[in-house]
């Protein structure tokens, strides 16, 4: 149960969010279980819960998702999910705890800053923005951010945005998945946490859903950001103090 209730907690927090603002689920999920679960504990389980999300919305990703930038991203993140990876695996769990808080906040002021990073060469921003996601993907589970900001700079429609987020988190979560499983971090063990983390993930994603359709875009945006900001300056304070 030291394993179940914070890996539960954590997926329907990060599936609350995920389905309130279409983003943010590890970076909820990740800071959140990492209170209680060590950076090492904790990142299996949420690209596991990533992946899944992933498969389940693929079908209807598909059609709207640019594949050839998707592709550069890909390539970016393939290089730098192990070099995120490798410095968790040299720190300490407090120094680790920090990493995860300081890039929740990172990643936040990131989103509200609206940075867009205008591709003219789609080759080079898409394997820079890749590289970066890759980085914070196996630092802390966090693929999202640099590519949010790459992908709405290339003035693609919100559903091409969307799609090809949907995507290439999901591959991101099967590169920060392939080190764990090499050094055994994936086991058997795993599947009574993630049962009923599951459900809890699929019933935060559904509240959040419903919150979503009850607000404006303004406040939506608002509540997400606030709710990262905090988990993030938690995260630090637990992890300096």
Aim: charged letters at 5%.
């Amino acid at each position: 149960m030291q394993v179940v209730g914070p890996v539960v907690i954590g997926a329907f927090a990060g599936g609350l969010l995920q389905g309130f603002a279409g983003f943010g689920f590890a970076m909820v999920a990740v800071p959140l279980t990492g209170l209680f679960l060590s950076p090492l504990e904790t990142l299996p389980y949420a690209m596991v819960l990533q992946a899944l999300m992933g498969i389940v919305g693929l079908p209807g990703a598909v059609g709207a998702c640019r594949w050839r930038l998707l592709g550069w991203l890909s390539v970016g993140a393939a290089i730098g999910s192990p070099l995120g990876f490798w410095i968790i695996t040299l720190v300490t769990p407090k120094i680790g705890h920090l990493l995860v808080g300081l890039t929740v906040l990172a990643a936040s002021g990131l989103i509200a800053s609206g940075l867009k990073l205008h591709a003219q060469h789609e080759r080079a921003a898409g394997v820079g923005a890749g590289l970066a996601s890759g980085i914070m993907n196996g630092l802390a589970g966090m693929s999202g951010p640099p590519a949010v900001a790459l992908l709405l700079g290339t003035h693609s429609e919100p559903r091409q945005v969307r799609a090809t987020l949907l995507v290439f988190v999901f591959l991101a979560a099967l590169f920060a998945l392939a080190p764990f499983a090499l050094l055994g971090k994936l086991h058997t063990g795993m599947i009574l946490p993630l049962l009923p983390a599951g459900l809890a993930l699929a019933g935060g994603m559904a509240i959040g859903s419903t919150l979503f359709n009850r607000t404006t875009a303004e406040t939506h945006r608002r509540v997400a950001l606030i709710a990262l900001a905090v988990l993030g300056v938690v995260t630090v304070i637990a992890a300096v103090r």
